[in-house]
């Protein structure tokens, strides 16, 4: 990829169920720190999955003012949070040309709350109660919308919605933005905010949830006992920044995205291809931007969702990617063992851990992963955090409609 | 119904959606001065309704508190 502009990272920002800020998070996710407990959200009195990942203690007017809190969706004002910490972070505002910053930010839904709240309206009271923020709320690009109008982004600005891939298809296409000379900085990344009694109801009927009552082993990526995901909420946010020009104002570099690979299995509407190309094709295609060799000590932070068949499929990408035996070498982690399925939201958290493994040398666990299962016999960093210096950090992603992302880190 | 009823509800209304403070609203302040747009119009207005519990259809601009506080008098 020489012939294209470099893209590095100069800001972060997460809210998560372990954690508000980027900080609290990374020591939480190394300390194991399981954030997956009993739904708060709604009466789960007639739900058989009881069990989410929620930001706890959440006031949106810690990040806006009262008239945009009460004009925006959950999922929109965890982008607002995600976004504010990273744009602070990163010191972009008033160092880069208005018109050539963009936003990317991804979400699988959108305002799925205000959706179902205001067609209660609807059937209770008519049309005319209906919100005029209805709209406005619910629609899955206001929060790239919103973040552009706080920081006066003028340049491209739109979601990526490919489900579970959502925020790590923002960020790989931000790259491409700056990479080809669209833009000079772009605000990224991915929020979700689904947990309502509709959206938890349909994915429980899609046999997708895990139906434990013990949050130590209801999210379990990798484990045998697997047998549904975690349904969980949040935001993370990158800044990402033309080498150059990160140089020039002499910005606190956190390390540069090297790869991005981008696929369709074209198969199934959820079931991942069995012979998992789709998401081999993904991984090859970042590993290849990447210039990964084999002297290259490789993390990855897997999507790891702790479906049955995610997790088997995606340990037989990441082999036929790597070659079983540079598969067997590296070291990968899940850590929605800890966060639950942030959704739209996940790619981008998991992008900002892999960018800490690399900075730090620590590599976050798949807690409670205690079971063997002989189709996924790779080393998964189970229960505590391990210590390895790493060259190459991968995050993938795999979304419902057969979408598969992949993004590659390096130091820089 | 009074003035002062309206102008009450109206006020607090407006504290519930805004930052603005109760000294801000006066009579002759103007709903843009307080940061009302008018897709915030048509939610105060559903908000009053059900606080006054009236139907408001506005055939009108109303730019000042004063202009609304009149409006719904006259219903």
């Known amino acids: ?412 | 119904m009074d003035e002062k009823t309206i102008f009450d509800a109206i006020k607090e209304t407006v504290i519930e959606r805004t930052d603005a403070n109760e000294d801000d609203i006066k009579m002759e302040s103007t709903f843009r001065e307080l940061g009302i747009d008018s897709l915030d119009t048509v939610e105060l207005l559903m908000n009053l309704e059900d606080k006054l519990d009236v139907t408001i259809e506005v055939d009108r601009k109303l730019e000042t508190v004063k202009d609304l506080v009149d409006f719904i008098a006259a219903l």
């Open chain 1, 1 to 412: 990829m020489e012939n294209y502009r470099r893209v590095v990272v100069t800001g972060m920002g997460a809210i998560s169920p372990v954690g508000k800020g980027v900080e609290e998070n990374w020591k939480n996710l190394v300390d194991g720190v399981n954030g997956i407990d009993k739904i708060t959200l709604f009466d789960t009195s007639d739900f058989k999955a009881k069990l989410d990942g929620e930001v706890k203690d959440f006031n949106p007017r810690d990040y806006m003012d009262k008239s945009d809190v009460l004009k925006s969706d959950r999922y929109a004002q965890f982008a607002i949070a995600a976004a504010s910490e990273a744009v602070g972070m990163s010191g972009i505002i008033g160092n880069v040309d208005p018109e050539r910053l963009a936003v990317y930010f991804g979400t699988g839904i959108g305002g799925m709350a205000t959706f179902v709240k205001e067609h209660n309206t609807l059937i209770k009271r008519g049309p005319t109660r209906v919100s005029p923020f209805f709209v406005p709320m619910m629609i899955a690009n206001m929060a790239s919308g919103m973040i552009s109008i706080r920081y006066n982004a003028q340049g491209p600005s739109m979601p990526a919605v490919t489900a579970c891939a959502s925020g790590t298809n923002a960020i790989g296409e931000a790259m491409r933005l700056i990479r080809h000379g669209y833009a000079d900085a772009v605000i990224t990344g991915g929020s979700e905010a689904a947990i309502c009694e509709c959206g938890v109801a349909g994915f429980i009927n899609m046999q997708a949830l895990s139906t434990a009552d013990d949050r130590n082993s209801a999210s379990l990526p990798f484990d045998r006992r697997r047998s549904g995901f975690v349904i969980a909420e949040g935001g993370a946010a990158l800044i990402l920044e033309e080498y150059e020009h990160a140089k020039k104002r002499n910005a606190k570099i956190y390390a540069e995205l090297v790869g991005y690979g981008s696929t369709c299995d074209a198969y199934h509407i959820t079931a991942p291809r069995s012979d998992a190309e789709g998401a081999r094709r993904a991984m090859s295609q970042a590993l290849s931007e990447a210039n990964y060799d084999k002297e290259d000590s490789v993390y990855i932070n897997a999507h790891g969702t702790g479906t049955p068949l995610n997790d088997k499929t995606e340990t037989l990408a990441i082999k036929h990617a790597l070659g079983e035996e540079e598969a067997k070498k590296a070291i990968i982690s899940s850590t929605k063992s800890m966060t639950g399925h942030m959704l739209g939201a996940a790619g981008a958290l998991e992008a900002i851990v892999s960018i800490k493994v690399l900075e730090s040398g620590i590599i976050p666990p798949t807690i409670n992963l205690l079971e063997h299962d002989e189709e996924c016999d790779l080393d998964y960093a189970p229960l505590k955090a391990v210590k390895r210096d790493i060259t190459l950090s991968l995050s993938n992603s795999l979304g419902f409609g057969g979408h598969n992302g992949c993004l590659a880190f390096r130091r820089i």
